[in-house]
């Protein structure tokens, strides 16, 4: 399975409104300059994650989006789900081997287990703070 633009820059969309939860709503103009992403295809992602019942509009001159519950209560695989559909990365057929319908399985589930145990709150809060080559030595 291939995640295209939609899946990653929706993820892009939902971290941006967790880090900023609580705060009002957040324009997507502000989110598309933040992430240097195009504000039109941006508009065309929120569209089913408001109908999917994950973001809120708010109207007017400060206006714009908020997540519609809270993060810890929306999963990877929520907002994945809604903008590529169903998680499988190849099609199982019926006839298949055994053997490789099993490995089909597995790594489907597999995928899906990382999906939907991590949450929209693991995602913006997340910091490169333990990457060793993040850190500067000087000698």
């Keep these: ?5 939609k899946g ?16 009002g709503p957040i324009s997507l103009k502000s989110i598309a300059k933040d992430h240097g992403l195009s504000e039109h ?3 065309q992602l929120v569209g089913p994650l408001r109908n999917a019942g994950l973001v809120k509009s708010i109207r007017g001159a ?8 809270e993060a810890d209560k929306i999963t990877a695989g929520d907002i994945i789900r809604v903008l590529e559909g169903p998680i499988t990365p190849v099609e199982i057929m019926d006839d298949e081997e055994p053997a490789k319908r099993d490995l089909w399985i597995k790594i489907r589930d597999a995928v899906k287990d990382v999906l ?24």
Excluded: C, V
């Excluded at 399975?1 to 633009?5: A, D, H, P, R, V």
């Excluded at 990653?8 to 705060?23: D, F, H, Q, S, V």
């Excluded at 991590?118 to 910091?127: E, K, P």
């Design 1 to 5: 399975m291939k995640i295209s633009t």
């Design 8 to 23: 990653r820059y929706g993820l892009t969309i939902m971290i941006a409104l967790a880090k900023k939860y609580g705060e």
């Design 41 to 43: 295809y941006l508009e």
């Design 62 to 69: 400060y206006g714009g989006y908020t997540l519609a519950r």
């Design 116 to 139: 939907d145990n991590t949450t929209l709150d693991d995602l913006a809060s997340y910091s490169n703070d333990d990457d060793q080559e993040a850190y500067m030595f000087y000698i």
